[in-house]
């Protein structure tokens, strides 16, 4: 089931400034990723590719919790000194 995407800045929120309005609208759709998801499947990829980048992905962010997890514990470390 596909989720809609649902972008909505109104006028009253942005005091009625259009620029701000623009740069809001543009800060909410790339936080919902609605352009990244549209040139993605712009292309067929095969089930495999995408299995492979899937995991690559959840290998990425793996490594990028641990190193965080790291840094925090050297933190903590070098306070009971």
């Known amino acids: ?9 109104k006028a009253k929120e942005c005091r009625g400034n259009h620029e701000r309005m623009i740069r809001r609208f543009i800060k ?9 998801i549209a040139r993605e499947k712009r292309y067929y990829k095969k089930p495999s590719i995408l299995k492979k980048e899937k995991q690559a992905r959840a290998k990425k962010l793996r490594l990028k919790e641990q190193q965080k997890q790291l840094r925090a514990q050297e933190r903590r470390t070098r306070k009971k000194r």
């Not at 089931?1 to 972008?7: W, Y």
């Open 1 to 9: 089931m596909k989720k809609a995407a649902r972008v909505v800045v």
């Open 28 to 36: 909410k759709t790339k936080k919902e990723r609605i352009v990244e």
